[in-house]
């Protein structure tokens, strides 16, 4: 069939897919970190406290001294690149573009901050993109992770009149290729160690308790993840949740805890954060630096803290799988 003359230009029909990750302030300085938490912590499925409650107390004590405090925390890890987490989120969606080739567009974005999610998905859609892959970077489902990907992305297509068709990239906490891809990248961290540690400890950003008596199957999700990664491994893993907030009891233990007992009992450890995509500001400042100096000042031996799998081969292997997966039927 002839086009009319005046039709209007359209791209070719491509595939889109869009890693999201949680985000990060545009530099390591009070002003810009206070953006970045007032648009965090105003999320309703991070902070699930009334917003006449919580506002107040956000506008007031939290974003007047914590910026200063986390400025300092992000630029012990800052990076050429920027911060580690942009900079190795974005290296993923490059390292994955190059396996696709021409047929696939693939793009980042971050929940909180830039590259905002909306503006990602309008670049796609320019792009001829009519079918887009929508993959959260989190292994473990949790309301205030994954779920708050799926609001975002709903809450921009309701401004759209023409929609392109999506899908989301589902949990992968019990996935073979994710266990697979763990087990490989942690061995060949405790291979490189001079020291062979005592305890090999698993530690997950932490969540009220509540959250699980509500229903969210997140920590059942983490003390699988660990289960079989210690099965793969043929050792045992202990398991810890971090970054406490507030008064309100939080999943435990807690790492910052936990490594100070093991400090006393002078044990060796080895650190590893599964339930991160990416090496970022809780993994790099808050376990491998302050949990480091915590758990040397109560005694203990040797501490070592093995990466994420970022972009390395086993990381974009299983990235490559679950996407190619999810892809099926379209490409």
Not at 101 to 106: H, I, S
Not at 111 to 127: F, K, M, S
Not at 222 to 242: T, Y
Not at 262 to 286: H, I, M, Q, W, Y
């Amino acid at each position: 069939m002839t086009r009319p003359a005046d039709h209007p230009a359209l791209p070719a029909p491509r595939i889109g897919v869009l890693l999201v990750n949680l985000g990060t302030p545009d530099a390591p300085e009070p002003g810009p970190v206070r953006r970045y938490l007032a648009e965090f912590l105003s999320d309703r499925r991070v902070v699930e406290i009334p917003p006449l409650l919580w506002q107040p107390i956000l506008r007031g004590a939290i974003l007047t001294r914590r910026p200063r405090q986390s400025a300092h925390a992000y630029r012990q890890v800052w990076t050429d690149e920027g911060s580690p987490l942009a900079a190795i989120t974005r290296a993923q969606a490059e390292a994955l573009q190059a396996e696709f080739g021409d047929a696939v567009r693939v793009a980042h974005a971050m929940r909180y901050g830039e590259p905002a999610i909306g503006r990602t998905i309008d670049a796609l859609v320019a792009e001829g993109c009519n079918r887009i892959l929508i993959a959260p970077l989190y292994p473990q489902y949790c309301a205030a992770t994954t779920a708050t990907v799926v609001d975002a992305v709903g809450a921009h297509l309701r401004a759209l009149r023409w929609q392109p068709s999506l899908r989301f990239l589902p949990p992968y906490a019990d996935d073979a290729a994710y266990i697979g891809a763990l087990a490989a990248s942690v061995e060949a961290g405790l291979a490189a160690l001079d020291f062979a540690p005592d305890v090999l400890l698993a530690s997950f950003h932490g969540m009220p308790e509540r959250t699980l008596h509500l229903g969210d199957p997140y920590h059942c999700q983490c003390r699988k993840s660990a289960r079989l990664l210690s099965e793969a491994l043929g050792r045992p893993v202990e398991v810890a949740f971090q970054s406490r907030f507030g008064r309100a009891k939080w999943l435990e233990p807690a790492t910052d805890a936990l490594l100070e007992r093991l400090g006393r009992e002078g044990k060796s450890v080895a650190v590893l954060a599964p339930g991160f995509s990416a090496d970022c500001l809780e993994t790099l400042e808050e376990l491998a630096i302050r949990g480091k100096a915590q758990f040397e000042a109560a005694g203990g031996r040797d501490f070592a803290y093995l990466p994420c799998l970022n972009a390395s081969p086993p990381g974009l292997e299983m990235l490559n799988a679950l996407i190619r997966r999810e892809l099926a039927g379209w490409i």
